[in-house]
């Protein structure tokens, strides 16, 4: 059986209008859901394995206030597999699921003195620096896909203004993808700077290119966790990420159930 089939099969008439694409350590939201179904991606044909601590790998299909909602809780990252299309069934199922929207979060070095470990960042835009596209080898027309709005500046605004409203301390900015798994160097940083970009990480940019050629709109948050290599004294590691993000994810659930609830 295909995963769609599955799917339906596990919450039949189900409908999601909304997907949501949960990061490292930030799986917490699924306990804001009351739960339908919760099928692990292992029973869902060409669903990733992820790899990396703080990601479970599990398609939770519920409601969020009265919004129908599908979480999915962990992604595959390109520095897994050195494949960028590992996410690709996952969210071209979301799309003939009937959603229209992906919501992704992620956690992120901050390239701004002023956005502090903890706080959060919507992404209003985005640079591809790895040279590496998820769209690589597919063959249909709608491969070139426009990348103007990429990131729905109406659900931008609203989260900013949800976050706003809320106390939560959110910036937005220009998300920078580097394909990791090592964190960047200190002159990368400064490169990344000079280029325009805000916050950086190693996942999401190619999760949005794969929504937009499916016809998803794309909303995103960052988690800031650290500032990025070579801003302040101290070393950088996974665990420290994992830690940060946890601490922030009580803000980061509240903003998300916000926009979820009132998602019309
Ligand atoms: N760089 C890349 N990815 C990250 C970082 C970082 O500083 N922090 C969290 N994810």
Same mark, same amino acid.
């Given at each position: ?45 060409? =669903? ?50 009937? &959603? ?24 209003? !835009? ?11 080898? *597919?063959?249909?027309?709608?491969? =070139? ?6 990131? !729905? ?21 220009? $998300?920078?993808? =580097? &394909? ?24 999401? *940019? ?11 709109? *794309? ?7 650290? $500032? ?30 916000? =926009?979820?609830?009132? $998602?019309?």
């Amino acid at each position: 059986m295909n995963a769609l089939d599955v799917i339906r099969d596990r919450a039949p008439g189900f409908a999601p209008k909304i997907a949501v694409l949960l990061g490292s350590g930030l799986g917490g939201l699924v306990e804001e859901a009351a739960a339908v179904a919760s099928i692990p991606y292992a029973e869902l044909a060409g =669903f990733p394995q992820p790899t990396v601590g703080g990601h479970a790998g599990r398609l939770v299909l519920g409601h969020v206030g009265p919004t129908p909602v599908a979480i999915l809780q962990g992604r595959a990252h390109y520095y897994e597999s050195g494949c960028a299309d590992e996410m690709a069934m996952a969210i071209r199922t979301m799309a003939d699921l009937g &959603c229209e929207t992906l919501l992704q979060t992620n956690a992120a070095g901050s390239l701004r003195l002023d956005m502090p470990p903890g706080s959060l960042m919507v992404i209003t !835009d985005h640079i591809n620096f790895t040279g590496v596209n998820p769209l690589f080898g *597919v063959r249909d027309d709608r491969r =070139f896909v426009d990348m103007v709005g990429a990131y !729905d500046a109406a659900a931008a605004k609203r989260l900013l203004a949800l976050a706003h409203g809320a106390g939560i301390r959110c910036h937005d900015g220009v $998300y920078i993808w =580097f &394909c990791g798994p090592s964190f960047e160097t200190p002159a990368e940083i400064r490169a990344a700077t000079v280029l325009g970009a805000d916050a950086v990480g190693m996942s999401t *940019v190619p999760e949005t290119i794969l929504a937009r050629h499916a016809g998803l709109k *794309v909303a995103a948050l960052s988690v800031l966790t650290n $500032y990025a290599a070579g801003l302040v004294p101290g070393a950088l590691g996974h665990d420290h990420t994992i830690a940060v993000a946890s601490a922030a994810s009580g803000d980061l659930r509240r903003l998300l159930r916000a =926009f979820l609830e009132r $998602y019309v």
